[in-house]
C-alpha cells in the first residue's frame, strides 16, 4: 500500500475526518430554535455515527501498517478484513442515515439523499477495493507487489471523492441539532496525517 501518510491524510481524512471536522465546527453556532422534531432526527442520525467511522478510520489505517516479517497471504487477508471492515461501516452508517429520513430543514431532501449516496458510494468502493486485493496472486512475488501498488492507487482516488455532502449535513441548523448529540461529537482519534513513510506493500515485496 501507498504509506500511513498518504492512506491516513487522503483517505480517512477525506471520508470519516470530513464528517466529524464538520460536526465540530458546526456545534461553535449559536442555538436558534431548535425543535423537538429536530433533536429528534439528529439524535437518529448520531446514534452510531462515531462508533461506524471511528471503525472505518481504524481500519483504514491498518492499511498503512508495516508488520515486520508479515508474510504476503498473511497481508492478503489483513488488507481484505480491513476494506470489508470500512464498506460495512459506510454502509451501515448510509442505512442509519437514510433510517433517519430527511432533516426538518428547507433542503432537507436534497441533504439527505446526498449524504446517503455519499455514504453507500464510499462503501462500495471499499467493497470494490476488497475484492481486488482478494484476487491478488501472493503466489508470483512480482505480480502480488503490482497488484498491491493498483490497489493503493485505488485508495488514494477514494480520498479524492467529494465529501461534500456530509460537510452540508454537518452545518448550520442540522449541523448545531447533531453537535449536541453525544454520538456527533467530534473524536479524539480524528484522522492525522503521519509522519511514518514506511508501506506495507514495497515491505512485502522486497
Known amino acids: 500500500m501507498e504509506g500511513t501518510e498518504a492512506v ?7 471520508l470519516a475526518g470530513a464528517a466529524l471536522a464538520a460536526l465540530a465546527l458546526a456545534g ?4 436558534d430554535d431548535n425543535s423537538k422534531e429536530m433533536e429528534a432526527w439528529a439524535k437518529d442520525v448520531c446514534g452510531s455515527m462515531k462508533t461506524l467511522l471511528d471503525r472505518a478510520e481504524q481500519a483504514e489505517k491498518d492499511t498503512g501498517v508495516v508488520k515486520e516479517g508479515e508474510k504476503p497471504a498473511d497481508l492478503k487477508k489483513r488488507l481484505s478484513q480491513d476494506m470489508d471492515t470500512a464498506a460495512t461501516s459506510y454502509r451501515e452508517l448510509a442505512d442509519d442515515v437514510n433510517g433517519a429520513g430527511p432533516p426538518p430543514v428547507d433542503d432537507g431532501e436534497q441533504l439527505h439523499r446526498d449524504a446517503v449516496e455519499q455514504l453507500r458510494n464510499s462503501a462500495k468502493a471499499y467493497e ?20 498491491l501498488t493498483d490497489v493503493s492507487k485505488e485508495q488514494q482516488a477514494l480520498g479524492k471523492m467529494d465529501s461534500e455532502a456530509l460537510r452540508k449535513l454537518g ?9 449536541e448529540q453525544p454520538g456527533c461529537k467530534a473524536s479524539s482519534s480524528a484522522p492525522e496525517a503521519s509522519s511514518d513513510s514506511g508501506t506495507a506493500s514495497q515491505d512485502a515485496a522486497d
Open 8 to 14: 491516513n491524510e487522503k483517505v480517512a481524512t477525506a
Open 128 to 147: 470494490d477495493l476488497k475484492q481486488q486485493v482478494d484476487e491478488l496472486d501472493t503466489k508470483n512475488q512480482g505480480n502480488f507487489a503490482e497488484g
Open 171 to 179: 452545518t448550520g441548523e442540522t449541523g448545531r441539532a447533531m453537535a
Open 28 to 31: 461553535c453556532g449559536g442555538g
